[in-house]
């Protein structure tokens, strides 16, 4: 085996993926997959889990699709238990659920007087607590392992002030701080077996923001040119270029000494003032 090979070795373990049916989530999912890690998709809806299942099994690899809410710490435990009785241990926690909501954001033509508040409490509630909850009932069970890794999805919208997503981005920017916090709690309740990490995307157009950055016809649209303009690599982020930080995050040997980072690939988006 390769010092590389060796490095990276993530053959064996267990992953499980919330907000499993989504686009970016099952992309990541089948990187891992190719890695030989063992993936649990969960999602609320179980037919989409399946679907991306589904795709790794017909790659020869092995996955499950099932249905939880991130958001029912009951429902969770009970997921859990299933996911112990058939695979004995879980290494990794990937919390790739949330999403927004028209009510949460601020249109052309609002302003945040405008704003939809029980819209607002969903995305924040969908965004923080599904991420919250299962790290709280996955995370015991790497505690009592001593071993496992827990890796969160940040956002762009978490480090700077975008404009209209209000909702989602107060949420985002509680859940780099909940990985901050808890990457210490773990840490230093747990010999330092259990690490926590986020990674925190640029744009990526997928099935919510679609029609937001790009027009039936493929051009860009008004807001589209704008991120556009403030990525210095002058494009947006295809699904599978998550894959990598990932893969990074998740390696007991490569990323042996990091916790509490939260990890832009973005593109330089971040780094980038507009000027």
């Not at 990526?204 to 923001?209: H, K, L, V």
């Not at 002058?234 to 490569?254: C, I, N, P, Q, Y």
């Not at 990091?258 to 000027?275: A, C, E, H, K, Q």
């Amino acid at each position: 085996m390769s010092y590389l090979d060796q490095l990276f070795e993530l053959e064996g373990k267990v992953a499980v993926i919330t907000g499993g049916g989504g686009v970016l989530a099952s992309e990541i999912g089948g990187g891992l997959s190719k890695a030989g890690v063992k993936i649990v998709f969960l999602d609320i809806n179980e037919e989409a889990a399946k679907e991306a299942a589904k795709r790794i099994e017909e790659q020869g690899g092995t996955a499950v699709g099932l249905k939880t809410n991130v958001l029912d710490i009951e429902a969770l435990k009970a997921t859990r238990d299933e996911v112990l009785a058939q695979f004995g241990k879980v290494d990794i926690l990937l919390n790739a659920a949330g999403g927004n909501m028209p009510g949460a954001t601020i249109a052309p033509g609002q302003t945040v007087f405008d704003l939809d508040v029980n819209d607002l409490n969903k995305v924040t509630t969908l965004n923080y607590n599904g991420t919250v909850l299962p790290s709280m009932v996955f995370g015991e069970v790497m505690a009592k392992q001593r071993s496992g890794n827990i890796i969160n999805i940040s956002s762009m919208a978490a480090m700077q002030s975008i404009t209209r997503v209000l909702g989602y981005s107060a949420a985002k920017a509680a859940v780099s701080n909940f990985t901050s916090w808890m990457a210490m709690e773990l840490a230093m309740k747990f010999e330092g077996s259990v690490r926590v990490n986020a990674i925190a995307p640029g744009f990526f157009i997928g099935n919510q923001n679609r029609a937001l950055l790009t027009s039936p016809d493929g051009s860009y649209t008004e807001r589209g040119n704008q991120v556009i303009n403030k990525t210095p690599m002058g494009r947006f982020g295809l699904a599978h270029e998550l894959v990598g930080a990932v893969l990074f995050l998740a390696s007991d040997k490569a990323a042996s000494f990091v916790t509490g980072i939260v990890m832009p690939v973005d593109g330089g988006f971040s780094s980038f003032s507009g000027v």
